[in-house]
Nanobody
Framework: QVQLVESGGGLVQAGGSLRLSCAASGSIFSIRAMGWYRQAPGKQRSLVAIISSGDRPDYADSVKGRFTISRDNTKNTVYLQMNSLKPEDTAVYYC????????????????WGQGTQVTVSS
């Protein structure tokens, strides 16, 4: 019903940059929040950045000043610009949205992308 397709991951040297994209499609009525999470090997998935309708973006302390989240509501797409990357940023990055489906506009459901690998070499 709702699909998220991520792109932009890859291998980069420390200090480099990557830009992740996540396009949502399907039976979307409206999107309340769009965000990025990451999960490193042996660790729990954690919030990287989130942007909600009408609110200021929120970031994990570890990425403040280096990452920027943005969204294009006309394309149902969220971006994550990652600068000054560090080896500790290495993880699988997941896109997440809170959205209403046309099949049920009374509730917001959480949808996840398949994940994209980001590897930062030292």
């Amino acid at each position: 019903q709702v699909q998220l397709v991520e792109s932009g991951g890859g291998l980069v040297q420390a200090g480099g940059s990557l830009r992740l994209s996540c396009a949502a499609s399907g039976s979307i009525f409206s999107i309340r929040a769009m965000g990025w999470y990451r999960q490193a090997p042996g660790k729990q998935r954690s919030l990287v950045a989130i942007i909600s309708s009408g609110d200021r973006p929120d970031y994990a302390d570890s990425v403040k000043g280096r990452f920027t989240i943005s969204r294009d509501n006309t394309k149902n797409t969220v971006y994550l610009q990652m600068n000054s990357l560090k080896p500790e940023d290495t993880a699988v990055y997941y896109c997440n949205i809170e959205a209403q489906s046309y099949y049920n506009i009374l509730v917001y459901n959480s949808y996840w992308g398949q994940g994209t690998q980001v590897t930062v070499s030292s």
